[in-house]
């Protein structure tokens, strides 16, 4: 039997004659990007082969996407014969930017997780129940699952006064299966075992992140976990059907403990896992655990909190109630559908500005020659373009150019109509959104208090640009605060504090879940949105 080895790790399958090389690289974790879900659109699982008599020919959409016979997708390419030595040689990834920390408000620490007993031996427990003997130091971890990004945080929980001691970050691995949560609930329905191979693939890196640590795992004795409502579920272990069809519900929201090694998670074998609640549709504990670090739900005055990302959530509100609201803003500002687009990665540009006489300045991620843009870039150069005349104010190109161009030469970087259409369309979504809480809420933007940016693409972001382009609420800036990621700080909340942990369960069954599919005039506000009316009234030259 024929078998694949693959490059540059060396590391070697057998050939199954009917199943793709996306396959195949899935079943040995290789770190393959399929934006798409294997659909042959976006191009990521592009890779490098020496024997194509061993594959299908190749499909319409590999003839118009890549002109080297020995370039194919590997969501397309399927093996035909199985007599031979195939070699794929995979893309070498930049190293990817993570945000790890966000910031989380001092709260007396009383962990669930404690030492026990008056005098030696003492022993661990959780809520009262023993774990195992003391060896003289007690852990735990919080864990945030994003779509695109894993992070974790290892807390000391005998420590008092500063219990972080170190973080790390991993790109999700899920995003093999698709760079969003529909493709992954996709993946999950219509593949065999797919919901398994999600499973493992998060726990897998997860173990690997514990590895990673200078603690030993069985000192690690729970592990919180925030994450949206697919996310979360998926890492349970749970069906997600549900999340896939009206009315878009979860099995339950509720908190949920399970033992770590039910789950196969590589920390003390009778240790906990506690998976925080989900408030509801996709607004998972994720945005209740940013809620929690952002203190919304304790503070006299209105503020609102948005984490955007390929599934942004809203939320507004004060001590008196709050309400939450989810928008499918697409992955535009991550990287996906922007021809030139890419992820927080080295080489990506995250600034750009026009200079005057029409000079382009721009950093990229680590000081490196530029390889695309990622989010922040993306809002800067839509806000430049508009600023400068370039694009009018209905997102079209002006002057008769079809394209802009950033970076010259044969790996060039610019930005066309299509583009132009898929940002229009990520910040309409956002923007209309936070209208519909807004009036909801029976406030102006202005009469917020604060606004909190989340996540990594809230960090990065210029809040001068994304107000200039309508994204975010007319606030001014310096009532916008940027709270780095606060779903891993809301999970380490519920980790430190017994206290924080009770009243997350209760705020999961108070805070208001708003359907934006349902209100009545979401649609016509994520119409109007789709234009940069400010650009029409002030008479800028782009409206001429």
């Not at 949560?181 to 493992?200: E, F, P, S, W």
């Not at 607004?283 to 940013?290: E, I, K, N, R, S």
């Not at 382009?360 to 990622?374: H, K, L, Q, S």
């Not at 150019?401 to 930005?415: D, K, P």
Request: proline share 5%.
């Amino acid at each position: 039997m024929g078998e694949m080895i693959i490059l540059p790790d060396g590391r070697r399958i057998p050939l199954e004659t009917g199943r793709t090389i996306l396959h195949h690289l899935m079943q040995t974790g290789s770190p393959l990007t399929a934006h798409c879900g294997g659909r042959g659109e976006c191009r990521a699982c592009a890779i490098r082969i020496d024997r194509p008599d061993l594959l299908s020919p190749k499909t319409g959409a590999e003839e118009s996407l890549l002109g080297d016979p020995l370039l194919r997708l590997a969501c397309q390419a399927t093996i035909t014969r199985a007599d031979g030595i195939l070699r794929v040689e995979l893309p070498l990834y930049p190293r990817y930017s993570i945000v790890e920390k966000g910031v989380r408000p001092a709260v007396p620490i009383s962990p669930l997780v404690k030492r026990a007993g008056k005098e030696g031996p003492f022993r661990v427990s959780w809520g009262g129940r023993v774990l195992g003997p003391y060896e003289g130091e007690i852990f735990g971890v919080a864990l945030d699952i994003g779509t695109t990004t894993l992070a974790m945080r290892w807390l000391d929980l005998e420590d008092g006064q500063n219990p972080d001691r170190f973080s790390a970050s991993v790109l999700n691995p899920q995003i093999r299966f698709g760079d969003n949560v529909i493709d992954r609930i996709r993946y999950a329905m219509k593949t065999r075992r797919g919901a398994q191979h999600l499973q493992n693939a998060v726990i897998g890196a997860v173990n690997n992140l514990l590895s990673c640590g200078a603690v030993r795992p069985d000192h690690i004795y729970e592990m919180t976990v925030a994450g949206n409502s697919v996310m979360r579920d998926l890492f349970l272990g749970r069906q997600v059907e549900g999340l896939g069809a009206f009315p878009f519900e979860p099995v339950s929201t509720g908190a949920v403990d399970t033992g770590a090694s039910e789950l196969g998670i590589a920390i003390n074998p009778a240790g906990n896992i506690h998976a925080l609640p989900l408030i509801g549709h996709f607004v998972g504990a994720d945005t209740l655990a940013m809620i929690l670090a952002t203190e919304m739900h304790a503070r006299k005055e209105v503020t609102m909190a948005i984490d955007i990302g390929t599934n942004t959530e809203i939320a507004i509100g004060n001590r008196d109630g709050i309400m939450v609201a989810s928008c499918a803003s697409g992955p535009a500002f991550e990287g996906s559908g922007i021809g030139c687009g890419t992820g927080s990665v080295e080489g990506a540009i995250q600034r750009l500005a026009i200079e005057p006489g029409g000079r382009i300045a721009y950093e990229t991620i680590g000081d490196v020659p530029p390889i695309g843009i990622c989010g922040s870039g993306l809002i800067d150069v839509l806000a430049e373009l508009l600023e400068h005349g370039i694009v009018d104010w209905t997102g079209k190109f002006t002057g008769g150019i079809g394209r802009f161009s950033v970076v010259e030469g044969e790996r060039g970087v610019y930005l066309d109509g299509s583009d132009l259409d898929n940002l229009k369309l990520a910040k309409a979504a956002v923007a209309a959104g936070a209208r519909v809480l807004l009036e909801r809420a029976g406030i102006e933007a202005g009469e917020l208090s604060r606004l909190f940016l989340a996540g990594a693409f809230g960090t990065y972001i210029d809040v001068v640009n994304a107000g200039r382009i309508g994204m975010l609420p007319g606030i001014p800036p310096e009532r916008v605060e940027k709270v780095g990621n606060a779903s891993i700080e809301g999970a380490a909340l519920t980790l430190l504090s017994r206290e924080c942990r009770r009243r997350a369960g209760e705020l999961a069954g108070e805070i208001s879940h708003v359907s934006l599919e349902q209100d009545p005039g979401f649609q016509d506000l994520f119409v109007e949105e789709l234009c940069f009316t400010e650009y029409r009234k002030n008479g800028h030259p782009a409206a001429e």
